[in-house]
Structure formats: C-alpha cells, structure tokens
C-alpha cells in the first residue's frame, strides 16, 4: 500500500504562482508514474501532468502546457507540481496519484494510488 499526502495549496491571485507537493510512504517510490490530477467543484476529474518513473518523460495537459511542470525526486519519495501563471480556471482541488508502470498516462483509471488533495484558489 502507497500512502500520498499532498500540500501546498492555498489562495493566488492571477498570475500567480504556487508549488504543490507530494509525499508518499509505504513503498519505495520509484518504480511508479506521478500525475497530478485536478477536480473543480460539479466537475469530473482532469488530468493535468505526470511522470515516468524515471523523470525521464512527461505528459502535459493542453491547458497547462508551458505553465506548470511535473517534478519528482525518487531518492526523496517525492514529487512536486510548479504552478505559474495561474488563472482562476486552474482553481480546483489538486491530487497526486500513482500507477505501477513506466507510461505517464493521463486518464484517471489507469492510477491506483491517491491522496486527498489540496486545494487551489486562483482569485481574478
């Protein structure tokens, strides 16, 4: 069993920036893709960056491509998301996940373990 505990989260205005973190216990963590996942209230889950598991390759959502980068530091069992220019549609409750596997992968089912969140405000 993985555990993840996910912080950093908190109140920005646009243009902001903030830097999510990811902690995960219970098993060595460098045999699992990250992603960031990211949900909004009344809205489904989306995906917004992962990993590999060697750092080595990263997958991006459209809308944060080019304002947010995937970080992960195996040695520290950690992970980390850079958010700049935040607008106040990046406002949701942000969730680290992890799958077993190289591919960072983008759709929420193929990811096995999950934190809690923490969420993001992005005031206008």
């Known amino acids: 069993q993985v555990h993840l505990v996910e912080s950093g989260g908190g109140l920005v205005q646009t243009g902001g920036s903030l830097r999510l973190s990811c902690a995960a216990s219970?098993?060595?963590?460098?045999?699992?893709?990250v992603a960031w996942f990211r949900q909004a209230p009344g809205r489904e889950r989306e995906f917004v960056a992962a990993?590999?598991?060697?750092?080595?390759?990263?997958n991006y959502a459209n809308s944060v491509k080019d304002r947010f980068i995937i970080l992960r530091f195996n040695d520290d069992n950690t992970a980390f998301l850079e958010m700049n220019n935040l607008k106040p549609d990046d406002t949701a409750v942000y969730l680290c996940?992890?799958?077993?596997?190289?591919?960072?992968?983008?759709?929420?089912?193929?990811?096995?373990?999950w934190g809690q969140g923490t969420p993001v405000t992005v005031s206008s």
């Open positions: 990993v590999t598991w060697s750092g080595r390759g990263a």
């Open positions: 219970g098993r060595t963590f460098d045999k699992y893709a």
């Open positions: 996940a992890l799958r077993r596997g190289v591919g960072a992968v983008n759709y929420p089912s193929a990811y096995e373990f």
